[in-house]
């Protein structure tokens, strides 16, 4: 059996290639993937910006959803036919970081003979017809998800993770920078976990769909100075939380200057080595301002799921364009040209469903 894929020849080189479908072996599951969401980290993968070890051919794609098809000999815990939802890293098992859970942080990062995966970054990643995963980076998801929700579960997922480590003040107000996705989401799940006022910060289109994601406050940065306008909706106070979710220069140091005194910051967001931030370190240390860095999505994908799945995160709306993989140039355009109102984008690589 073939598989058609998406492969990097080099930075902003892209071909269409057919291989031989992937072997599941061991603890490894073969998927056939049926939605893909398109993400930031694979733009910069497309443009040569992403600081991480790659090697060319590099296959990516790493937000995914798909049915089981095939189990390796000691995946016992899947069968075939199984829907399920993805998440991209599966740590070495043995470190220090993944004995503690934190395999997204695993210490032997890239070291394949270790047993470390991280799909679609360092390792095939999904944009194909066919992938073989670890039983560890899969998670069953019942009829009522959609195989388009099921690859929003991996970006709930990281905003989940990133919510946790900070904390949500139940009955507070919570800043989100940047309203793109991930961004929307955070402040889908704000709510969820408790803030009664969200305050959204952006500009354009997207600030605008705050509105449907629970914000009750909306800040154009181009018009007027987040940090005064953010104090101002609280009476001086500052938010309880504030979270980062666009990775730009400057944003860190406004996050940390709008929440209240004892406030926590979340940075969701994925910056280039060239955003170094001068932070205010008095007002950090004499406020007591907690900073939390979040990667990826690690033991959140079983709570992401059921939430999709009563309707509690709603986030089928947020997906406003699909393509199949032969249109993936064309998908690219739109999501990094931001053309008619896109917010997330979805490959489909067997086609729709």
């Not at 959803?65 to 070495?92: I, L, P």
């Not at 995963?133 to 929700?149: A, D, H, L, Y």
């Not at 909306?218 to 666009?246: H, I, Q």
Request: aromatic content about 6%; hydrophobic content about 40%; proline content about 5%.
């Amino acid at each position: 059996m073939r598989s058609q894929g998406i492969v990097l020849k080099g930075d902003m080189q892209l071909e269409i290639v057919t291989e031989d479908v992937p072997a599941p072996l061991g603890s490894q599951v073969l998927i056939r993937t049926h939605s893909v969401g398109l993400c930031g980290s694979d733009l910069s993968l497309y443009k040569g910006t992403y600081e991480g070890p790659r090697n060319y051919p590099l296959h990516f794609g790493h937000e995914w959803s798909g049915t089981v098809v095939q189990v390796g000999e000691n995946a016992t815990r899947f069968k075939v036919g199984d829907r399920v939802a993805a998440e991209a890293h599966k740590g070495c098992g043995v470190c220090r970081n993944c004995m503690l859970g934190r395999y997204n942080i695993c210490e032997n990062y890239g070291r394949l003979e270790t047993g470390h995966r991280h799909y679609g970054f360092i390792t095939p990643g999904a944009y194909a017809q066919y992938i073989a995963v670890s039983v560890k980076s899969v998670n069953r998801m019942p009829p009522t998800i959609s195989f388009r929700e099921g690859a929003l579960i991996d970006t709930a997922g990281v905003v989940m993770h990133g919510l946790e480590l900070s904390g949500v003040t139940p009955g507070g107000t919570v800043a989100v920078i940047g309203p793109g996705p991930i961004g929307l989401i955070a402040m889908r799940l704000a709510r969820a976990l408790g803030a009664a006022r969200v305050i959204a910060v952006g500009r354009g289109a997207r600030l605008q769909a705050s509105r449907q994601s629970g914000a009750d406050v909306l800040v154009n940065f181009e018009e007027r100075d987040p940090v005064k306008a953010v104090r101002e909706a609280t009476g001086g106070r500052g938010v309880d939380e504030a979270v980062e979710c666009s990775g730009a220069a400057g944003t860190f140091r406004q996050a940390v200057e709008m929440v209240r005194k004892g406030g926590r910051v979340a940075l969701v967001g994925v910056p280039t080595d060239k955003v170094v931030e001068p932070l205010p370190y008095k007002y950090i240390v004499h406020n007591e301002i907690a900073i939390f860095g979040a990667r990826a999505n690690p033991n959140v994908s079983h709570k992401m799921i059921p939430m999709v799945a009563s309707g509690q995160l709603k986030v089928a709306d947020l997906i406003t364009h699909t393509f199949p993989l032969d249109q993936f140039s064309a998908a690219l355009d739109v999501f990094v040209n931001r053309r008619d109102g896109v917010i997330k984008v979805v490959i489909e690589p067997n086609g729709r469903l």
